[in-house]
C-alpha cells in the first residue's frame, strides 16, 4: 500500500521523496528505539533474577563455608597435643558459631521467591542441632584424647553427623546454584531472542535503506531524464525561434513588397484611366465613360485594401506600450479626426463619464477612431444621428457580459483576465445595426455585413479594434438589432496579464 | 548662380511612373526643367558630374525627387552621398515613394530628406500632391544656393 503510493504517478518527486525517506527513517527509527527498549527490559529481568537468586545462593553458601570450617577447626582440635592449642582452636570455633546463627537469623527473615527453598532449608536447620550436638561431644571427649587411635575413632563418631549437616547444606547450595543457572539461562535466552530480533530489524532496515535508495535513484533518474527532454525541447524551440525569425523577415519583405510594388501598377491603371478620360473624353461613349470610373474605384479601393492590410499588419507586430490613458482625450482626439466625416451631418453626439485605462493610447486611439467612424457611416440614415460613448455601470456590466459571451461565442480570449472591476466601455449608435445572426463575422478581416454600394469600406476597421484590443488581453463584443441601431463594447486585460502575452514593457 | 536653368532631377526606375510624373508636371504648369535618371548610379553621375555626366556643366539640380527603390544603388543610398558631400546637401530632397513603411521614413529623415511624400494610389491625389510640391519647393521655398 505505502509502496504503491510512494510509487503512484499522482504523486510529484518531490512528495514521493518527503514520502519515502519519512517512511524509511521512521520505520528504522522505530525499529531501533524498540531494540532499546527491549534491551532495557532485559536488563530490568536479569536485575530481577539476579536479586532472586542471590540471597539464598550467598546465604547457604556462606553457612556450607562456615560449616566447612568448624568440621576443619573440629578436626585440628582433635588432633591438637597440647590443651593451649585445643583452647584457641575452641574460641575460633565459638566465633565461627556467633556468626553462623547471625547468619541464621538473618536468612530466616529473607523471603523465598520459590517454595522448593523452604523443605532445603528446614533440611539445613534440622540437621543442624544434632550435629551441633555431635560437635560438643567430639569436643569434649577430644580434650583428654591423644592417642592416635582416640582420635580417629572421634572421627568416627562426628562423621554421621556432619554428613547429614554438611549434606543438606550441599543440597541447598547446589539447588541455589542450579537456581542461578536457570536464570542465566533465562536470562540467556533472552538475549538470544533479543539478537534475532535485531538481526531481523536490522534486515527490515536494511531492506527499508536499499528501497529509500531505489526510490531517490529513481527520482533522480526521472528527474535527469525530465531535465534531458527539457534540454532537448529547448533546442527544438530555439530551432522554432529560428525559424520563426527567418519566417518573420520572410514576411516582413513581403510586407514591404505589397506596400511598394504592388501599389504601383494600382497607381498607374488609375493615373492612366484618368488621363484617357481628361485627353478623350469626346471620344468616349457614356458606357465607356463608366468603365473608365469603374476601373479606377476598383483601383483606388484596392489600394485601400491594401493600406489597410498593411496597418492592421503593423499593429499586430507593435508592442503593446501600456500607461495610465484617460480615454475621453482619446475619444476627443479621435471626434477631431473624424470632423470631415462628420461634416454636413446631424449627428448628437453624447459623450458620457470615462474611466482612465491602463493601455497603448496609440493603439486604443485606432479602436475608438474605428469604432466611432463606423457609428458614423452607419447612421447615414438617421435622422438625426444619435452616437453615444459610455462606461457601463458594474450592475449593467454583469447583463452585458453574458450577453456578449452569448453573441461573440468564439471568442474565448480574455475571459479569464476579465476581472469584474474593469471598466466596460461602449459605443452605442442609432444606425442601421446588423443581424444578430452574422455576428461572427462581424470581427473577421474583409468581412462586410452590408452590401459595398450600402456602405463605403474595405472590412478592416473591426478586425483592427479586435486585434487591439485582444493584445490588451481585453474582450470585444457587439450587440444589434437591424434596424436599431448597434452597440460595441469592450473591456481590456490587466496589464501584468497582457504584458506576460504580448511580451510588451511598460 | 544659374538657378534659371538648373533642372529638377527626377530619380525613378520606373517607366510609366515617369510619365506620369512628367504629365502631371505638364499639366500642373511647371516650366522648369525635367531630366530623368533611371538608377541610383547614374542618379550619383549626374549630381557629381561622374561617369555618362563627367561633361554636363556643373549647374546643381534646383530639387531632387527621389525614389527609394531603385536599381543598382538604392535610393537611400544616394540621399546618404547626397547629404554626405557638402557641395550637395544644400539641395533639397523629397522621397517620392510608394513605400509607407515606417522604418523608410525614419531612415530618409535621418540622412537628412527634406520632405518625404507617400506616391497616392489615386491619381487626383497623386496630381495634386505634384502640384502643391512644385509649388512649395519651386515657387515658394529658397533654397541654399550651391554649386558642383
Redesign the interface.
Known sequence: MLLSMMVGRQWTAHQRIVVGLSAAVLGIVGLGMSGIVRLTGIKDRAHLIAADSMPGLSYTTRMELYTYRKSLLIQKHIVANNPAEKRAIELEIQSIDASTSSLLDRYRNTPFTEDIERPLFNEVVATRPPYLAAVAEVLRLSRGTTTARGQVDLQKLFEPYSRAFLGALHASTEHNLGEADQAAQRIEGSVGAARRLTVIEALISLLLALMSAFLLARVVAETESAARAIQVLNLQLEERVGELTVVNKELEAL??SV???L??P???I??????LVDESESDLSEFGKRAVERI?FG??Q???MI?DL?EFS?LGRKDVARRPTDLRGLVDESVEILKPAMEARDIDLRIGGLPVLECDPALLKHVMVNLLSNAIKFTRDSKPAVIEVGQVTSQETTGQETTGQQTTGKDATGKETTGTEMPVVYVRDNGVGFDMRYVDKLFGIFQRLHRREEFEGVGVGLATVQRVIHKHGGRVWAESEAGHGATFYFVLGRAAETSRNSGARH | MKYSESVVLLVED?P??VE?TL?TFTEARITQPIFVVRDGQEALDYIFCEGTHAAREAIAPRLILLD??LPKIGGLQVLQAIKADPRTKGIPVVIL??????RDLIAGYELGANSYIQ??????D??KTIRELGSYWLMMNQSKPATI
Open positions: 510586407t514591404y506596400s511598394h510594388d501599389r504601383a494600382l497607381r498607374h488609375d493615373g492612366f484611366s484618368k488621363i479606377r483601383a483606388q484596392m489600394g485601400r493600406d498593411l503593423r | 520606373d510609366d511612373d506620369l504629365h527609394l527603390k515613394t510608394s513605400s509607407r513603411e515606417e506616391k497616392p494610389v489615386d491619381f487626383d497623386f496630381q
